[in-house]
């Protein structure tokens, strides 16, 4: 019996990470700088619109420092009780996020309705400059972001919360035009609720994916029986069992199996050269780098649970 295990690029990650950080801490500076901006200008001028996309950004200030501190605290060390090190605070990061973006939602629904009923005066010039520095802001921030995006739900989060807040700005650029206009106050309402309806699907499937690692679930575009399939095809393998694959987090996935193979590839080939192929199957096809097989071989089966009496 043999047991082989293979590591991910780590360094890679641990690089990817810093950049992450740096990127992050720049996005901050921007994004608390025109939240305070954009809450005076709320302020100035009435307009809902403004105070949500104001709001939405201060919500985004208060992600980004938590996706920093899960970016920080995923780069201490494992340990003995932690063996996987600290790798899910970045999925905790995110999952922070998207609950914070549907008590947005929830918010600007609840607020946009009442204004409609009861339409508030705004002062639309003022509503326009200040939603035309914010989006400006926000454009410099999703250019920063925007590269990175794609490795970690940690840094998706933070992604989608600067674009919600572009998009936040721009509805309150096209309402201060409108009001502006035509004296429509009900555009400043109407502009906050498409910015609830906006963020609503992003913060939904941020909010599953973060579910789907938590509960181990496959990593996406992995099914284990196609896995076991491709195992099943390697030189001697009679059976592959207890597989499992899942997400340690954002883009390390991982899979175990236990794999059953003749007495005589054992022999003649060796238990190492059966797990580089194995190990080498599943990176080559899936991208799964951490992977861990227990090799058994077949007079063995009797000693397995539920194969004793098969």
């Keep these: ?156 989060g933070a992604f989608l919360e600067v674009l919600g807040d572009a998009v936040g700005s721009v509805a309150a650029i096209v309402a201060g035009v409108v009001v502006l206009t035509t004296g429509f106050d009900r555009a400043d309402s109407l502009a906050s609720l498409v910015i609830a309806v906006l963020i609503l699907p992003r913060a939904w499937s941020l909010l599953g994916d973060c579910v789907r690692v938590l509960l181990e679930s496959a990593p996406p575009g992995v099914d284990v029986e196609v896995v076991r399939h491709h195992l099943m095809h390697s030189d001697g393998v009679v059976d592959v069992h207890d597989l499992h694959a899942w997400l340690i987090t954002s883009g390390m996935p991982a899979l175990s199996a236990h794999v059953t193979v003749t007495d005589e590839a054992l022999a003649e080939r060796g238990v190492g050269a059966v797990l580089d192929e194995l190990g080498a199957c599943v990176a080559t096809h899936f991208g799964i780098d951490h992977a861990t097989f227990q090799v058994e071989p077949v007079s063995h089966r009797a000693h397995e649970p539920g194969e004793a009496h098969a």
């Design 1 to 156: 019996m043999g047991a082989g295990h293979g590591h991910g690029h780590t360094h890679g990650h641990a690089e990817g990470r810093s950049d992450d950080r740096r990127r992050l801490w720049l996005v901050l500076g921007v994004t608390l700088t025109v939240a305070v901006v954009e809450l005076v200008g709320a302020l100035l001028s009435g307009s809902l619109a403004l105070l949500a996309d104001a709001g939405h950004m201060f919500t985004d200030t208060a992600a980004i420092v938590l996706a920093l501190s899960a970016s920080y605290v995923a780069t201490l060390p494992a340990s003995p009780r932690r063996t996987f090190g600290y790798h899910r605070a970045e999925i905790f990061a995110a999952l922070v996020n998207a609950v914070v973006l549907l008590g947005v939602c929830g918010y600007l629904a609840v607020a946009g309705v009442r204004r409609l009923l009861d339409p508030v005066p705004v002062e639309a010039g003022l509503m326009l400059v200040f939603a035309v520095g914010g989006l400006a802001a926000n454009l410099v921030s999703l250019a920063l972001l925007a590269a990175r995006r794609g490795e970690s739900l940690n840094m998706r």
